[in-house]
């Protein structure tokens, strides 16, 4: 059987900004702008369907007098991660699934 | 857009050969003035110290610029500290007992951070760079003090500026293909 797809990460933006997030401690939202080519906009309400799902954490603060907007990916987005591509190698590989 | 997300985290590695050329350049002096009998009127290796000063700058401005935290940041920084200490307590310890064996424990040291940053980065330049370090360091308890000095600028040459050089041409090269 075809395993589900997190409906939560199974969209290019917010997969985009989970799998940068997995890869470092933390990051800037510039960062994740820059890096994802997306408007702020969008980002912004694509990082608050993560945080809503508990996947990410949002730290605001200034710096240097300038507001700053911290992301850090939790346990339970690692998790969902992991579980999103193993979900995704049945696709893969159909025969395994069987 | 995701592929553009996979993008590997490019390394400048300023840093490195900035430290390879000095080490390099007050060893062949330190080698030179045994050699050919003359006094350059001062401690050439205090340019270690004062090239410290910069290079704190640069870190704090790089680390107020970064837009990003890595897992190895924390870690990279702690080896590299305690390095920085133990190469300050052997600099003291040489001063003050003038020992000329020190250069074999100055090449181990090298060999420390240099072995571990190849190893977290996984940049075989610089994992080599460190077992060439801890190769010369065995090799100099068995030559005179003026030779010592040459492997040291090996030292210099194989564990920071080739690698740091690599670093360099390979950041510009991503650059210019990011761009």
Redesign the interface.
């Known amino acids: 059987m075809f395993k589900l797809l997190d409906p939560i990460l199974h969209s290019?933006?917010r997969?985009?900004v989970i799998?940068?997030l997995i890869?470092?401690?933390?990051?800037?939202f510039?960062?994740l702008k820059?890096?994802?080519?997306?408007t702020a906009g969008n980002l912004s309400v694509q990082i608050n369907k993560l945080k809503e799902a508990g996947y990410v954490e949002v730290i605001k603060q200034f710096?240097?007098n300038y507001p700053q907007t911290i992301c850090k990916i939790t346990k339970t987005g690692v998790d969902a991660f992991e579980i999103y591509v193993k979900a995704l190698q049945t696709y893969m590989n159909p025969n395994s699934a069987v | 857009m995701i592929g553009k997300v996979k993008q590997d985290y490019i390394k400048k590695g300023i840093a490195s050969p900035v430290w390879g050329v000095l080490v390099i350049l007050c060893s062949l002096v330190t080698w030179a003035r045994v050699q050919y009998n003359f006094n350059n009127g001062f401690d050439i290796w205090l340019l270690i110290f004062f090239a410290v000063i910069p290079q704190i700058y640069f870190s704090v401005k790089e680390k107020n610029q970064k837009k990003f935290v890595a897992h190895d940041d924390s870690t990279i920084t702690f080896v590299w500290t305690a390095f920085g200490i133990c190469i300050f307590i052997a600099t003291f310890y040489n001063s003050k007992y003038g020992n000329n064996v020190m250069s074999t424990i100055f090449m181990m040291l090298y060999g420390i951070p240099t072995f571990i940053t190849g190893g977290i980065f996984k940049f075989k330049p610089m994992i080599f760079g460190g077992l060439i370090c801890w190769v010369f360091s065995i090799i100099s308890i068995y030559t005179p003090a003026p030779i010592d000095m040459l492997l040291m600028a090996s030292c210099g040459l194989f564990a920071w500026l080739i690698p740091g050089i690599i670093l360099w041409t390979n950041y510009q090269k991503q650059k210019k293909a990011h761009v």
Do not use: G, H, I, P
């Open positions: 290019q933006l997969l985009a799998s940068l890869s470092v401690k933390e990051a800037d510039t960062f820059e890096k994802t080519n997306a710096r240097n």
